[in-house]
Nanobody, 125 residues
């Protein structure tokens, strides 16, 4: 499966963005899909994921309530809605997918075989 991330941009604090992770060459319905981000000088970190077996979504603790993951199977796309953005949300956001990982490894970058290119999100006044 090939992944294409898009939707990043420059926004002011408090504004919103919706990132898209569009897939080709496979159905995302059969993949666990996650978003990760990497800020300058920092390691890549887990943001959110959808566990396909249950449909449950999981978030980095301090992003709960501001970020929401959803999927549109008709468009083979997973979305990350980001509200009330803060300067510390500035990073390159990447989506990833895998069909075989286990739940306990959902937050690990090493668990995902398929990655899209990153999309830059900059939150600045």
């Amino acid at each position: 499966v090939q992944l294409q991330a898009s939707g990043g941009g420059l926004v002011q604090p408090g504004e919103s963005l919706r990132l898209s992770c569009a897939a080709s060459g496979g159905s995302l319905r059969t993949y666990h899909v996650a978003w990760f981000r990497q800020a300058p000088g920092k390691e890549r970190e887990f943001v959110a994921a959808i566990w396909r077996r249950s449909g449950n979504t999981y978030y980095k603790d301090d992003l709960k309530g501001r970020f929401t993951l959803s999927s549109d199977n008709t468009k083979n796309t997973v979305y990350l809605q980001m509200n009330n953005l803060k300067p510390e949300d500035t990073a390159v956001y990447s989506c990833a997918a895998d069909s075989r990982l286990i739940l306990s490894s959902l937050r690990s970058t090493a668990s995902y075989d398929y990655w899209g290119q990153g999309t830059q999100v900059t939150v600045s006044s």
